[in-house]
């Protein structure tokens, strides 16, 4: 080779783009933006993203159920113009995936709440503001771009009725399609990593912090220049106040299904419990006039050694028959996963950490970046297992599923293991 053939192949690269573009380019899973969260949030906060409750065993779990299923993909099907798009409770959506009510979101990217819900509103997929959301439910619902996205607002039913019942009637006047309860906080988990790092919401400057601001020096600009962090869907003279104590002290051990009953009376959309529910409180919901169940174990946070919320799919889903809205969440970290959980009977996933670690990896620009990062995913799976809709997915996924248990069993004499993995089909 000559020496100028040699200097064509060398074409130096200089980077293009802003800070922030380069380092989403440089993400290609759910993984590396995890990692680029981990890299720019003080560690405290992205503990307070990152954990679980108690030992962990939900949080670990939720993501090795999801690995332990296997395809059998179905050839020579023509898979050229595959249809990604879901349903949501009748509303049609681009991708069966929507993103999960997160508290706080404001203190893990000052662009929060709302720059969530304008990536959701762009890639027309649904949007769940939590009570605990540092931006209003009125705010939201008058957001620039962000008033455009399927709106739904997760409720805790509270010792204070009268603020529960206020909520409701909020959520109702400011145009949310969807209200979701979360029946799983009577009280709440333990988050161990929380309480060993002291956490405080909002942040407190300690000496700790203080050390912090050093070494994520963008983190605490944004947070000093960005407006006030507070649990805005609750005024500070109210019950439960601005602080995180104040408001988990609001959560109710007492609530039961005659408070959803009387939900159900009041709310005129469509109503979701969330939860981790088995097929017995599904059925109970469903009789109830419930129109959905999200199935999730609050990603870990809440009871820990819970079953996966994918594992109670397919039960459920036999439990309620086919036009019952079945959504899962708890461990989606790739469009497989969503291919799984539709395969299983679920209508659609939603995602909670996966968009907060892309919010803190580029804002709403971060947050597109995985709804393409996922829908890419998930359509070239759909494209090897030979499905060309959803709804196929849905329909042949039996036939496309195995589950695979990788785990050492105990055969019936102690001390023998069983270690082969062991394949199971679903049809049996
Ligand atoms: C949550 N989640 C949650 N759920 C809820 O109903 N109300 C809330 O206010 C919150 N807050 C919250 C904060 C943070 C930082 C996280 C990570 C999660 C649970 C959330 O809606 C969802 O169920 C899980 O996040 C799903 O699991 P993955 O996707 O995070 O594994």
Same mark, same amino acid.
């Given at each position: 080779?000559?020496?100028?053939?040699?200097?064509?192949?060398?074409?130096?690269?200089?980077?293009?783009?802003?800070?922030?573009?380069?380092?989403?380019?440089?993400?290609?899973?759910?993984?590396?933006?995890?990692?680029?969260?981990?890299?720019?949030?003080?560690?405290?906060?992205?503990?307070?993203?990152?954990?679980?409750?108690?030992?962990?065993?939900?949080?670990?779990?939720?993501?090795?159920?999801?690995?332990?299923?296997?395809?059998?993909?179905?050839?020579?099907?023509?898979?050229?113009?595959?249809?990604?798009?879901?349903?949501?409770?009748?509303?049609?959506?681009?991708?069966?995936?929507?993103?999960?009510?997160?508290?706080?979101?404001?203190?893990?990217?000052?662009?929060?709440?709302?720059?969530?819900?304008?990536?959701?509103?762009?890639?027309?997929?649904?949007?769940?503001?939590?009570?605990?959301?540092?931006?209003?439910?009125?705010?939201?619902?008058?957001?620039?771009?962000?008033?455009?996205?399927?709106?739904?607002?997760?409720?805790?039913?509270?010792?204070?009725?009268?603020?529960?019942?206020?909520?409701?009637?909020?959520?109702?006047?400011?145009?949310?399609?969807?209200?979701?309860?979360?029946?799983?906080?009577?009280?709440?988990?333990?988050?161990?990593?929380?309480?060993?790092?002291?956490?405080?919401?909002?942040?407190?400057?300690?000496?700790?912090?203080?050390?912090?601001?050093?070494?994520?020096?963008?983190?605490?600009?944004?947070?000093?220049?960005?407006?006030?962090?507070?649990?805005?869907?609750?005024?500070?003279?109210?019950?439960?106040?601005?602080?995180?104590?104040?408001?988990?002290?609001?959560?109710?051990?007492?609530?039961?299904?005659?408070?959803?009953?009387?939900?159900?009376?009041?709310?005129? %959309?469509?109503?979701? /419990?969330?939860?981790? !529910?088995?097929? *017995?409180?599904?059925?109970?919901? +469903?009789? &109830? $006039? #419930?129109?959905?169940?999200?199935?999730?174990?609050?990603?870990?946070?809440?009871?820990?050694?819970?079953?996966?919320?994918?594992?109670?799919?397919?039960?459920?889903?036999?439990?309620?028959?086919?036009?019952?809205?079945?959504?899962?969440?708890?461990?989606?970290?790739?469009?497989?996963?969503?291919?799984?959980?539709?395969?299983?009977?679920?209508?659609?996933?939603?995602?909670?950490?996966?968009?907060?670690?892309?919010?803190?990896?580029?804002?709403?620009? %971060?947050?597109?970046? /995985?709804?393409?990062? !996922?829908?890419? *995913?998930?359509?070239?799976?759909? +494209?090897? &297992? $030979? #499905?060309?809709?959803?709804?196929?997915?849905?329909?042949?996924?039996?036939?496309?599923?195995?589950?695979?248990?990788?785990?050492?069993?105990?055969?019936?004499?102690?001390?023998?293991?069983?270690?082969?993995?062991?394949?199971?089909?679903?049809?049996?």
């Amino acid at each position: 080779m000559k020496i100028s053939d040699a200097l064509e192949l060398i074409s130096p690269r200089l980077p293009t783009g802003t800070l922030r573009q380069r380092r989403l380019r440089a993400c290609h899973t759910v993984k590396d933006l995890r990692t680029a969260a981990r890299s720019l949030l003080p560690s405290a906060v992205f503990d307070y993203v990152d954990g679980g409750a108690d030992q962990e065993l939900s949080l670990e779990t939720n993501t090795s159920a999801f690995e332990r299923y296997r395809y059998l993909p179905q050839v020579l099907r023509d898979v050229g113009s595959p249809d990604t798009s879901g349903n949501f409770l009748g509303r049609p959506a681009a991708l069966p995936l929507g993103f999960a009510p997160t508290g706080y979101t404001r203190m893990m990217h000052p662009e929060g709440e709302p720059a969530a819900a304008r990536a959701a509103a762009e890639h027309r997929i649904p949007y769940v503001l939590s009570t605990m959301a540092s931006t209003s439910l009125e705010d939201l619902a008058a957001a620039p771009g962000a008033d455009a996205a399927d709106r739904w607002f997760q409720l805790y039913v509270w010792k204070d009725r009268e603020l529960t019942r206020g909520m409701v009637s909020r959520a109702q006047s400011n145009g949310y399609r969807v209200l979701e309860v979360a029946v799983d906080t009577a009280v709440s988990g333990k988050r161990l990593r929380d309480v060993r790092n002291g956490l405080t919401i909002p942040p407190a400057l300690t000496l700790g912090s203080l050390l912090d601001i050093a070494s994520r020096p963008n983190y605490w600009m944004g947070m000093l220049r960005g407006e006030k962090l507070e649990f805005a869907n609750v005024r500070s003279d109210e019950p439960g106040g601005h602080t995180i104590e104040g408001i988990s002290d609001q959560f109710d051990p007492t609530v039961n299904w005659e408070d959803l009953a009387r939900i159900r009376d009041t709310w005129n %959309g469509s109503l979701v /419990l969330k939860g981790p !529910l088995g097929p *017995e409180d599904a059925m109970r919901a +469903q009789a &109830l $006039g #419930v129109d959905g169940v999200h199935l999730s174990n609050h990603g870990g946070r809440q009871l820990d050694r819970t079953v996966a919320p994918v594992d109670l799919v397919a039960p459920v889903r036999a439990a309620v028959g086919d036009s019952f809205g079945i959504f899962v969440d708890s461990g989606v970290r790739h469009g497989s996963d969503i291919a799984t959980a539709i395969a299983l009977g679920a209508d659609a996933c939603f995602v909670g950490r996966p968009y907060l670690w892309a919010l803190v990896a580029g804002g709403e620009e %971060g947050v597109g970046h /995985l709804v393409r990062m !996922l829908t890419e *995913e998930f359509t070239r799976t759909m +494209q090897l &297992l $030979g #499905v060309g809709s959803v709804q196929e997915l849905r329909a042949r996924g039996p036939e496309l599923l195995h589950c695979h248990e990788p785990a050492v069993m105990r055969t019936d004499r102690p001390g023998q293991e069983r270690k082969s993995p062991r394949w199971m089909s679903l049809n049996n």
